[in-house]
C-alpha cells in the first residue's frame, strides 16, 4: 500500500521511493540502503532543502504515530 493513502500529504515521488524499498521481487527493490538513502536525499534536496534528520524524523512520527508508540513501548 502506497505511504499516502495512510497520510494523503505523502507526495506520490515518495510513494515511489518507498514502494521501490518493499518491492516483492528483490531484483525491483535497492541495492541497498545507501541507493535507498540517495534517492530520498536527492527528494529532499529538491523538495526540502532545509530539511534534515531530525525534521525527517519528527515528520515520520507525526504520519506514523501509532508505529511511533509501539517503537516506545
Not at 47 to 73: C, H, I, K, Y
Request: glycine share 2%; with cysteine.
Amino acid at each position: 500500500m502506497p505511504p499516502s493513502q495512510r497520510a494523503p500529504r505523502v507526495p506520490p515521488e515518495l510513494d515511489e521511493i518507498c514502494l521501490k524499498a518493499l518491492a516483492a521481487d528483490k531484483t525491483d527493490r535497492y541495492a541497498d540502503g545507501i541507493e535507498m538513502a540517495r534517492a530520498l536525499q536527492t527528494w529532499l534536496a529538491h523538495n526540502a532543502p532545509t530539511m534534515g534528520d531530525t525534521q525527517v524524523a519528527s515528520f515520520l512520527r507525526q504520519l506514523f504515530p501509532e508505529a511511533s508508540l509501539r517503537e516506545r513501548t
